[in-house]
């Protein structure tokens, strides 16, 4: 994948929320970045805890923001930078929000299968069968720095603290 210099310019941005998601009080190390046009329409990092709102993913947080913002629920011609791959609710939001294209990070081999609520299906597989054919889905941009962030794919997590079970 060829990266633009502004690809880089907005998954560093993502990456600054997620570390600021990391050492924040209740937030978590995911961060996301919604641009159009050059300009941030919406961002933020996962707010899950703060909110006890198991929806406040870093994606959704930054949706709701960019809707908010543009008094509007239709985002088209956005990109949304997220330092780990969306999961099934983040990439099905993104498909009804008309994002155009979704740039992550971290992908699903990089981390814990615990940050991913399917077994087998994934990000691509929402949006390959979904009825747009205008969604463009890139990940692997700053894979190694953004992996950092999270639980490798074969550390040992007690089952209690897999979110995903
Ligand atoms: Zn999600």
């Known amino acids: 994948m060829a990266w633009t210099d502004e690809d880089e310019a907005w998954m560093r941005r993502a990456l ?3 570390r600021r998601g990391e050492a924040g009080d209740g937030t978590n190390p995911i961060g996301c970045v919604i641009v159009r046009d050059g300009a ?3 961002e933020g990092c996962n707010e899950v805890d703060v909110h006890h709102d198991p929806t406040a993913h870093a994606e959704i947080v930054a949706m709701r923001r960019a809707g908010a913002h543009l008094a509007c629920d239709e985002l088209r011609g956005a990109v949304l930078y997220t330092t780990l791959q969306p999961c099934g609710m983040c990439t099905m939001a993104s ?6 294209r979704i740039v992550f990070g971290a992908g699903r081999d990089d981390v814990h299968k615990m940050y991913f609520e399917d077994r087998h299906l994934d990000t691509v597989d929402f949006i390959r069968d979904s009825f747009r054919d205008d969604l463009a889905l890139e990940g692997g941009l700053m894979a190694r720095e953004c992996a ?9 997590v007690p089952k209690e603290e897999q979110f995903n079970v």
């Not at 950092?148 to 040992?156: H, I, N």
């Open 16 to 18: 600054e929320l997620a």
């Open 40 to 42: 941030v329409i919406g």
């Open 148 to 156: 950092a962030l999270y639980v490798g794919p074969d550390e040992d």
């Open 95 to 100: 498909i009804w929000a008309k994002i155009g």
